[in-house]
């Protein structure tokens, strides 16, 4: 654990350097410049490509059809770049922002400027999830995209709080930096041990997580929020299953001088106060070929539940702090380097959860549950072309440290321990991973593209445990159990995609992942008599083939219709932890396969204000492996058996005329278990059978969110802007195992917020849970006593805040 203090010391740099620049700097910003490289192509095309490389979403490409050839190399202005793209163009546009372009057809100058309308559910928004640059609404799968704009008005300071503006995604509620995402429906229960997440979490072009909890970045200066539904295992292999959710951050502009920093108070009914300190800065370098962001972070997130027994009052407080810096610099007009890091240091002091037997927002444990979550990251990409083909390589090395308190005085009657006192469980993770990702792709416009990759990823996971247990009277706690496991994981893969436009409107894509994986896995466990103390040694290796096959029919106004079977996996492991020997069937637990068989359709209808994606979706999934928990706590993975899921997801969204937006997305799965694994319902040759539950566990029948914004100009240059937002979480249980008490969800989540803003400055006030509800997000906190007491983890009481942000 000496790590930790080095992914501090990262983060205290990062996060102070940033902030201390960006107090020193006051400079006007230039115009940036952006070195570009794009071959004659179509109008329309070649602007697709000014987006990518410069990072801005230019909106209404379509408009520019797709006859003509345009393009250009050297260092422009976004505006130079635009002219230059479009001259003799049946286009025209119009840069909204320094993030925005409108295409729009060309015509008479309106005397009044449009107003502003916010970018939700527009299928002209650029995305590289699919590792080359698409348009949204041109891909045939569930995509969805929430820009920066939206992210900072409606405050979604983390992952957890986005997953109500897009459809299908779900997450945990254990608290920051422990909560796992669900996607589809597609849930292997709530708990999280030895099993890969089902949901492949990306910042930028790294995987940043394996079995561990999602480490509840902040987002802070992202460009944009990327999610693909579905199995991704075709390009983005194990751990895929159900779907990818990117975290893509804005890059260093060349020629700009700039920055901004924001801060927020808030107060909870009950609770502590909260504030949040962020800034950045972009300094450009090296005349134009080479420029620095820098980004820094504070928050403290004050607690709201009470202990009884421990007499302490909030308890739950969280302090996140963390940084991040990026270099990027113009080799030449076609080759590229960017260079990245960050860290982030999270503390819980306890746990979110309450206990049926107290009262809403309390609890009586024994010990403080407290949870550390540190993660750094360094990573560095080269880009450019070799003619026509493009190629990208990234390598990043990811170091993720993390520890929770249990209070495990519950699992003593289970051990047999007469006199019972009081009993903690430590459980530990430092994971190491380097990822080596190298992809080449065509360049040109004709029938067939095509892209190809190798990826390489080593992984090196230390998790060590321990319960320890004061007898009552005793000073001291005595340790009784020990583990010390050691796993090395490392995945080598060749993967590729071809598409090609076989005739008018109509293309096909096939593509694939040729993969091996290999698991090794050590243990050392000692324990005090009468449990046993022992050792284990085991490795495998898994092969196969991640096959994926769409088409795709395009029609002349844009609309699209959709064909696609793909797959997902993941890697099976050993099983070692527990006080008493593992029986023989429990020491291994398979890998996992998912077939993902799709249809869905992406329109956009009365004059291109209404937006309409939806999906009808049929899974098998085999051997489906799961995290549960032995009677005294402690936790296994298994193969439970196999399950089929049908489900629906859309997407509405509907642009007014007066700067009103609305967006709404509903998600309805409903799964089977088609067949049980004999041996997982026996927990023991003692017990009796583990009554199953007959779904998959952690995921409602029903779920959605609905959006709602507002934008109105105001005298002087000011902008009102108006936010309203709700999402639904249908009923669920959060195990397979049928007598656990975890039922949860049917609850409502809302925020109200409005800002007004110019183009240096804005001061917002929000409002979130306004009607102050209680709810019961997540119903689990604490395996050794899950079996014993019902775990309600509500909302956050009602919570009103004040946030200004400037920038220059």
Known sequence: MGAIPKVRHLTSLAGGAALSLLACLRAEAAEPRFRLSIPPKPYADALIDLGLQAQVSIVGVEACGVAGQAGLRGAYTLSAALTRLTAGAPCTFRIVDPRTVRIGTRAPEPAVSEPVRPTTLVGEVLVTATKRPALVGSLPAGVSVIP???????GAADPSQTTAQVAGV?????????????VRGISDGAFTGRARSTVSTYLDDTPINYNAPDPALRLVDVDRIEVLRGPQGALYGSGAISGIYRIVTRKPELGRLGGGAAGLVAATDGGDPSYEAEGYVNVPLLSDRAALR???????????????????????RVLREGGRVALRL????????????????????????????????????????AHKNDFAQAGLTVSGELGEVGLSSSLAFVR??????????????????????????????AVDMWVQDLVLRSLGTGRFSWLAGVYLADTDEHTP?????QVSGAATLATIYSEARHSRLSELALYGEGSWAFAPGWSASLGGRLFENRVRTSSQIVAVAPFASRASDNSRRFRGLSPKLSVQRTFDNGDLVYALYSEGHRPGGFNSSGFFPIRPSRLEFNPDRLRNYEVGAKLRLLDRRLGVRAAVYYDLWDDIQTDQYRAVGLSYTANVGDARILGLEAEVGYDFDFGLSLQANVMLANSDLTRVNPDFPLVNAAAPPMPIIDELPGV????GGLLAIYERGLPRGLTLRLAGEAGYVGASVQSFNAALPTASGNYVNAKLSAEVASEAWSAGLFISNPANEAG???????????????????????????????AF
């Open 294 to 316: 820098l980004v820094g972070y504070h928050e403290v997130q004050g607690g709201y539940l009470d202990d009884v027994n421990l007499r302490i009052s909030n308890v739950d």
């Open 465 to 469: 445990g321990t319960f320890r247990h």
């Open 170 to 182: 779900l997450t945990t509620n254990l608290g920051p930096g422990r909560d796992k995402f669900l």
């Open 776 to 806: 019961n997000t997540f119903a689990y906190g604490n395996p050794f006593s899950l079996s014993q007491v019902r775990q309600v983890t509500p909302q956050r009481p009602r919570t009103i805040g004040l946030r200004l942000a400037a």
């Open 700 to 703: 409602p029948k029903s779920s």
């Open 330 to 369: 113009d080799l030449s007009p076609a080759w590229r380097v960017d260079l990245s890091a960050m860290g982030q240091h999270l503390r819980s002091s306890d746990t979110q959860y309450t206990t049926a037997t107290q009262t809403r927002d309390q609890r009586a444990n024994r010990v403080r549950e």
């Open 400 to 429: 993720h440290i993390f520890a929770s308190h249990y209070d495990a005085s519950a699992a003593l009657v289970n051990l047999g321990f007469s006199d019972q006192g009081v009993a903690i469980y430590i459980d530990r993770a």
């Open 148 to 154: 920066q704009g939206q992210i900072e008005l409606t």
